[in-house]
């Protein structure tokens, strides 16, 4: 174990750019304890040998001291470890302090004038997720103040008191490239929030932080739901003229039903109000819907809608197609100020696959999308472009779906890609999402870099100056 432990502090010290004979800091071990457990499935019962190893120095006690004593340094050493072995590092190193800085010191990462919370429930990939918001932030308001204007703290849905104060939350220091977790001696009241990664229950833990929660909100709950219904959306499309596929709500197999799958012979089942692709399911025939229903809920509001996604990826000559989803990012309030910034693209397993998180698709730039992207015709696969004239349709038409939404500031509208009767790519909108993800992979529409929304940034400072003048 000794061994194994010298190599992770060395491990350490290089992700950390410290010279391998300076020693490192109380925080900086946590670093260590995290490539400690990275060889093997990081589990408590190691982390409890890890414990037993005396520490060289006084800062090693301090952090050897919280392995030992402090539950929740523990689980959160845990947390890294995992999410490091089995995810792709998109943020810098986390740094967890063994015990909890001054407000002075704290200070020192926090120079704007409002904090703003990103609050989660689930911690896996949250810091690749809070690292983009915080970039995202610090740019634009570096672009329009010359200096920031919100500091971001990242917030695990219990790290907030009663009082609706935090009591612990990460935090970017910009000099040196690093996240700082810590606890606060002094709560800290919040000006803003925001909710990505909040698991399986999403929708109802939404609901219930929005409505704890009393400061200015990026998508409160009370704007947020029609997204998360999406019968609700899809009559709103409608009624606006915007392009949608077919689609038919159901709550149990009927005559009609079985007439829609036949009509359309390629359809995709899913639930009304499930997120991430979660429940949805490709189907052939009236057959595949019986069979899929039986696991079905019937408690549940579904939909069937008829297959649009002609447009598929394929990589190469030699692999088989999958399908693909078009994120597109629009920020703003008003219909006036709605603007996409960013986009990414969500490709599926193979062609009966849907493009989504539930069922292990995989993010790619649009760049990457460029000579990969094509359709059947008959069993023969024709090449397609997406060109300019389709990318600038897509933006205009995804700042059209967001404007249903009239209290949210940041909305993730999801198009798939059909071809029209002249053999040319034409976009109509799948879903929204008012919990947009995959912002750590979104990437700036004009130049290709990282990006999210500056529009986002602009009508959160519009909104808390606003909120501040009233009371």
């Not at 006084?58 to 072995?85: H, I, M, W």
């Not at 809608?305 to 000559?317: C, E, I, N, P, Y």
Request: with cysteine; aromatic share 10%; glycine share 4%.
């Amino acid at each position: 174990m000794k061994k194994d432990w010298d190599s992770a502090v060395k491990r350490a010290k290089q992700a950390l750019n410290i010279n391998v004979d300076h020693l490192l800091k109380a925080e900086e071990y946590s670093v260590a304890f995290k490539y400690a457990l990275s060889d093997n499935e990081p589990t408590m019962c190691k982390l409890s040998q890890l414990a037993k190893i005396l520490p060289a120095n006084p800062d090693a006690g301090k952090a050897f001291t919280a392995l030992k004593k402090c539950s929740n340094y523990r689980s959160r050493v845990l947390q890294t470890a995992r999410e490091g072995k089995y995810s792709e590092a998109l943020a810098p190193e986390l740094l967890i302090y063994p015990n909890p800085l001054s407000p002075q010191k704290i200070s020192t990462w926090t120079p704007g004038e409002f904090f703003h919370g990103i609050i989660c429930a689930d911690m896996h990939l949250f810091t690749n997720e809070f690292f983009a918001l915080a970039v995202d932030a610090f740019t634009a308001d570096s672009s329009i103040k010359g200096q920031a204007r919100f500091n971001l703290l990242g917030l695990k849905d219990s790290w907030i008191d009663e009082k609706r104060c935090v009591t612990r939350a990460i935090l970017v220091d910009f000099e040196q490239l690093r996240l700082i977790e810590t606890d606060f001696l002094k709560p800290k009241k919040l000006d803003s929030v925001q909710f990505v990664s909040l698991g399986a229950n999403e929708i109802e833990l939404h609901q219930s932080l929005s409505k704890r929660l009393e400061c200015v909100q990026v998508n409160p709950f009370q704007h947020s739901w029609p997204a998360d219904d999406k019968i609700s959306s899809y009559k709103l499309w409608k009624s606006r003229s915007i392009p949608i596929p077919e689609t038919l709500p159901i709550t149990k197999i009927n005559k009609s039903a079985i007439n829609f799958v036949e009509k359309y012979e390629e359809v995709i089942l899913k639930p009304n109000s499930a997120t991430g692709g979660y429940g949805a399911t490709f189907l052939r025939s009236a057959i595949d819907l019986r069979r899929v229903w039986t696991d079905a809920s019937n408690h549940t509001e579904w939909i069937l809608q008829a297959r649009k996604d002609t447009v598929l990826f394929k990589k190469s000559d030699n692999d088989q197609p999958q399908t693909l989803v078009i994120r597109l990012n629009v920020g703003g309030q008003t219909p006036s100020s709605l603007k996409v910034e960013s986009v990414y693209t969500q490709i599926g397993a193979d062609r009966w696959s849907p493009a989504s998180t539930k069922h292990d698709s995989r993010i790619i730039s649009k760049q990457d999308l460029k000579g990969k992207t094509g359709y059947f015709e008959g069993k023969h696969w024709r090449p397609l472009e997406l060109n300019d004239l389709f990318w600038s349709q897509a933006y205009t038409l995804a700042e059209q779906a967001a404007s249903i939404y009239p209290g949210l500031f940041l909305a993730g509208i999801d198009l798939i890609v059909d071809v029209d009767s002249t053999d040319q790519p034409t976009c109509i909108v799948l879903e929204a999402n008012a919990r947009p993800a995959g912002l750590c992979r979104s990437l700036c529409i004009k130049d290709g870099k990282p990006k999210i929304s500056s529009q986002l940034w602009k009508t959160l400072y519009d909104s808390i100056c606003f909120q501040q003048k009233e009371i």
